[in-house]
């Protein structure tokens, strides 16, 4: 079955810190991938997506995310989180198809602290 | 703000009861998402409408159902209410109905509270 996992249930970081975000998805042949997060109280915004090309994808607020074929991987990362990065991240993948709908991992809440 | 809106935002009823939750997608966008989120399901996909047709079904129970309309607004409707049906109901929309370029925007939210 299409699934995405994302080892982390809950990061606590201090402000500066570096943060890796890891996602992996279950094999299924051609896939989109995405990271949305969604801070307290509101919706999910997506952060970065990748459809093709250059594995390595720049993102909004700093973050970016590798995609590593081999591995099945998708992860996520920030260079220096800021106290505004508090929130819980989402990874998706859509499996591509007919079928335009999201596989949502379980959400990694971040907290970082100021 | 993602263009999407959602009404109502909160939403508390009993047991047994049937609700409507409705959409409406960004201009443009032919494609609409319902999606329920919950502590111990995460984020599950429920069901997927393109240009007015069903065109993808996820984990939706029999006991909901949504359309899509001319406007391209959507209803999700769900009856016979159980405790276990207290989530957080997000719609999206996109401008494709396939895979591919396929970003979706989320609206706010209905959280649906059954008592």
């Known amino acids: 079955a299409q699934s995405v996992s994302q080892h982390n249930h809950h990061v606590i970081l201090s402000e500066a810190a570096s943060l890796e975000l890891g996602c992996n998805y279950s094999?299924?042949?051609?896939?989109?991938l995405f990271w949305y997060v969604q801070y307290p109280g509101q919706h999910l915004q997506l952060l970065l997506k990748?459809?093709?090309?250059?594995?390595l994808v720049k993102g909004i607020k700093g973050f970016e995310a590798e995609f590593i074929k081999s591995k099945f991987s998708f992860n996520l990362r920030k260079p220096s989180v800021q106290w505004s990065d508090t929130a819980e991240y989402f990874c998706?993948?859509?499996?591509?198809?007919?079928?335009?709908?999201?596989?949502f991992g379980k959400g990694t809440k971040l907290s970082v602290k100021p | 703000d993602s263009g999407v809106t959602q009404t109502p935002k909160h939403l508390i009823t009993a047991t047994g009861q049937r609700v409507t939750l409705r959409c409406s997608p960004r201009?443009?966008?032919?494609?609409v998402y319902w999606y329920q989120q919950s502590l111990d399901q995460g984020l599950q996909f429920l069901i997927q409408?393109?240009?007015?047709?069903?065109?993808a079904k996820g984990n939706i129970l029999e006991r909901f159902s949504a359309q899509q309309f001319p406007d391209l607004h959507s209803e999700l409707n769900l009856s016979s209410l159980e405790l276990g049906d207290s989530a957080l109901y997000f719609c999206?929309?996109?401008?494709?109905?396939?895979?591919?370029?396929?970003?979706?925007?989320f609206g706010p939210g209905t959280r649906l509270t059954v008592l």
């Open positions: 999206a929309s996109s401008v494709a109905g396939t895979s591919g370029l396929n970003e979706q925007f």
């Open positions: 094999y299924g042949g051609t896939v989109n």
């Open positions: 990748y459809f093709s090309g250059d594995p």
């Open positions: 998706a993948v859509n499996y591509g198809g007919s079928q335009g709908n999201l596989i």
């Open positions: 201009s443009g966008d032919l494609s």
């Open positions: 409408y393109y240009n007015g047709e069903e065109r």
